[in-house]
Antibody
Framework: QVQLVQSGAEVKKPGASVRISCKTS????????VHWVRQAPGQGLEWMGI????????RYAQKFQGRVTMTRDTSANTVFLEMTSLRSEDTAVYYC????????????WGPGTLVSVSS | QSALTQPASVSGSPGQSITISCTGT?????????VSWYQQYPGKAPKLLIY???YRPSGVSNRFSGSKSGNTASLTISGLQAEDEADYYC??????????FGGGTTLTVL
């Protein structure tokens, strides 16, 4: 069964950085695309960017360019999301989600990682 | 890139059909077939319901259907059931090769 396993909740202070991981279970990411989507408390979904697992090519939403980096470790079948200069507005659940095709959607989703930013 | 526009809420009675609209521009919905819909229950990850405007992934009920006209996409749920009460989000590929979501619609089954 296909599953995405994400790292645990994080509590950070404003200005700090956070790195979240997303590992697959049940299949390899080799030919997949991985999206990162976040959801602030009580708010809607916000697309952050996408990484192509083979090759590591990335595209980011303009809002996050310069502050977000998506990388992958092919040997560990894991992708990472790093966000710097955290502020309170970054408090959200961060989801990784995958799709075989680069067609703007995702059919397998991780359970989400809560990142709380507070002084 | 602005978010797509969805109604904040819709409601319907069991057995009825409802339609949720999702309005974009010619830079996204209007010129791309890559429009998707998701269902999300509180505290859970979204579930893909519709991709490429009209296609349902395996396992998704045929009570869910998608369509598009111009810059507006629509999700129709027929034979409404209590379990359909959830939040629904549309998304679209854009001309800059990024993805944009709608603001979400809360469906209440009366």
């Amino acid at each position: 069964q296909v599953q995405l396993v994400q790292s645990g909740a994080e509590v950070k202070k404003p200005g700090a950085s956070v790195r979240i991981s997303c590992k697959t279970s049940g299949y390899t990411l080799t030919t997949y695309y991985v999206h990162w989507v976040r959801q602030a408390p009580g708010q809607g979904l916000e697309w952050m960017g996408i990484i192509k697992f083979s090759g590591g090519g990335t595209r980011y939403a303009q809002k996050f360019q310069g502050r977000v980096t998506m990388t992958r470790d092919t040997s560990a079948n894991t992708v990472f999301l790093e966000m710097t200069s955290l502020r309170s507005e970054d408090t959200a659940v961060y989801y990784c989600a995958t799709r075989y095709y680069d067609d703007g959607c995702a059919d397998y989703w991780g359970p989400g990682t809560l990142v709380s930013v507070s002084s | 890139q602005s978010a797509l526009t969805q109604p904040a809420s819709v409601s319907g009675s069991p057995g009825q059909s409802i339609t949720i609209s999702c309005t974009g521009t010619s830079s996204d919905i209007g010129n791309y077939k890559y429009v998707s819909w998701y269902q999300q229950y509180p505290g859970k990850a979204p579930k893909l319901l519709i991709y490429e405007v009209t296609y349902r992934p395996s396992g998704v009920s045929n009570r869910f259907s998608g369509s598009k006209s111009g810059n507006t996409a629509s999700l129709t749920i027929s034979g409404l059931q209590a379990e359909d009460e959830a939040d629904y989000y549309c998304s679209s590929f854009t001309r800059t090769n990024i993805v944009v979501f709608g603001g979400g619609t809360t469906l209440t089954v009366l």
